[in-house]
């Protein structure tokens, strides 16, 4: 689905992203963890067209996109949800959905979305699905910024399916939520890798990366430590080391 090659971003002297090489798979959920200040949203956006690489290619379904703007990135498949919220607050909740499932024109897509949500016909008929897939079916009259927070959390990932993407990169989507809001999000996300969708995530809380991902890749200092299953990235020590802590000696 997605190949970076020999991948670099630098700023000046500093190199936010180096040499850095993954691929993620049709219908695989892709974690990308890693410290502060390691790369990781440097990765996102240089994936989503936000920031143009140094060095390197993006390639999805093996093309070429490193020279696509980010509104051409999402036609090609790639959509994305914010680590801080970006709904459109002063529109219902329907809308927000409206705007982004008419952000492209290709039948193909909207079939996809009617694939993964039961076979939805009308466009009304696959807003009601999304609202159903959020858990705010009855709300879409609603103004998105008057939902709590949870709700918004929610609506945000709704809105990047509705872009019909082949590609979902979820940027820290767990954020200030609670924990049975996270364990809600969890079968969320397991429920699109079981449609087929492909999705990287970046994520601080472990129990949710490790829960949902199939691989994960551990960046430090722009560049990729380990790459592995959740079991063999727990036991690896140079990612103890760098991360996620040593084991603590018992007296």
Partial sequence: MLK???LSKHFGGV???????????????????????????????????????TAGSIRLLGNEISGLTPNRRLVAGVARTFQNIRLFDDMPVWKNLWVAQ?????????????RW????????????ALLEFSGLGGRG????????????????????????????????PAAGM????????A?????LREQGMSIILVEHIMELVMGVTDRIA??????????????????NSVVQEAYLGKPQDVA
Wanted: net charge negative; aromatic share 4%; charged share 30%.
């Fill in 102 to 114: 008419n952000s492209t024109e290709d039948a193909n897509k909207h079939n996809l979305l009617r």
């Fill in 15 to 53: 190199r936010a992203v180096d040499d850095l090489s993954i691929e993620v798979n049709r219908g695989e959920v892709f974690g990308l963890i890693g410290p502060n200040g390691s790369g990781k949203s440097t990765t996102v956006n240089l994936i989503c067209g936000v920031y143009t690489p």
């Fill in 141 to 172: 009259g609603e103004l998105a910024g008057s939902l709590a927070f949870g709700e918004q959390r929610r609506l945000e990932l709704a809105r990047a399916v509705a872009a019909k993407p082949q590609l979902l990169l979820l940027d820290e």
């Fill in 218 to 235: 551990v960046l430090n200092f722009g560049g990729k430590i380990a790459e592995g299953t959740p079991d063999e990235i727990q036991k």
């Fill in 117 to 128: 949500f039961g076979g939805a016909g009308s466009d009304r008929d696959e807003i009601d």
């Fill in 178 to 185: 609670n924990l049975d809001e996270i364990k809600d999000l």
């Fill in 187 to 191: 079968k969320r996300i397991k429920g």
């Fill in 4 to 6: 970076l090659e020999n």
